[in-house]
């Protein structure tokens, strides 16, 4: 099952660096951000990584937490936070699962040849668990600024109907 904007997340369950497990529901009543990437230690996903580390204050201070999400595996995934000193964490989705149910798993074309890879993509979700943004086929310039304006003005949003 895809998912869908202005429905709930499936339901699944992931495992992240430091020992988090992630869930459909552990992030309730916070606004969450995952943003899948194609392989650490790669020249857009470490820019991607860094600007997410660096505006992360400002996530935090809105109310949100931020997750990688790839398909390298936890010791990669280690290796890649501690050398970008990332302050979230990181989902090895080593079995493709969250991959497939969020849809971001592309054929491209690399060196000539056809592969399977991951298609650079941000969702933001809200504190309901609804999936409110996508953003899909995305350029790094910019982006991490543009979700976080939407988690902005998301939070504005939930404040104005409290």
Known sequence: MAIVVNKPLPEFEANATGGVKVTNTSHLGQILILYFYPKDNTPGCTTEAMQFRDHYPDFVKAGAVVFGVSRDNMKSHEEFKAKLELPFELIADTEEKMCH?????????????????????????????????????????????????????????????A
């Open 101 to 161: 149910m969020f849809g971001v798993v592309k054929n491209k074309i690399m060196y000539g040849k056809k592969v399977k890879g991951i298609e650079r993509s941000t969702f933001l979700i809200g504190p309901d668990g609804i999936v409110k943004e996508e953003w899909r086929g995305l350029k790094v310039p910019g982006h991490v600024e543009e979700v976080l304006k939407a988690v902005k003005a998301l939070k504005k949003k939930e404040k104005a109907a």
